[in-house]
């Protein structure tokens, strides 16, 4: 079977190598109009409350691509600001320098990425941060 030949019948897929790349044919896709889309609701939400000082970094979400939204809160009405990082960063490299601030006066720090997310404290404060996570799929 040639690369160049789009398979067409199961028979010769069956029968194909499995090292052997199956060419599928183009197909023309013209979108005329508007095309609607509908949010889909999430399926399960956990919410959580942690304590956070300036020393130790907090991990408030792990990597999850079933994510749709996490909402952080700073929920005591004493810390001015929180540090967040996204990504894997090992815990021990994080400070207030590799992190970004985000004022209490901002109100809910929203995040749609799939990433970790870590928190600090500002130093010297302990700063209560709930979080909402919401979960398109479950």
Known sequence: MSEKEPVGELADVEQADPGDPIRMPAVPVD???????QHVPSTSVVSTIRY??????VRV?????RRRSLKVIIADLTSTRIWVAFGTTAPAAL????CAAWPRIN???DVSCADEVWVLA???EVATVAT?????AG
């Open 31 to 37: 979108v005329e109009g508007i095309v609607p889309v």
């Open 52 to 57: 956070v000082n300036s020393m130790e970094p």
């Open 61 to 65: 979400a792990k990597t999850d691509g």
């Open 95 to 98: 400070t207030q320098r590799a």
């Open 107 to 109: 109100g809910t720090l």
């Open 122 to 124: 500002e130093p010297g």
């Open 132 to 136: 909402i996570d919401e979960f398109w």
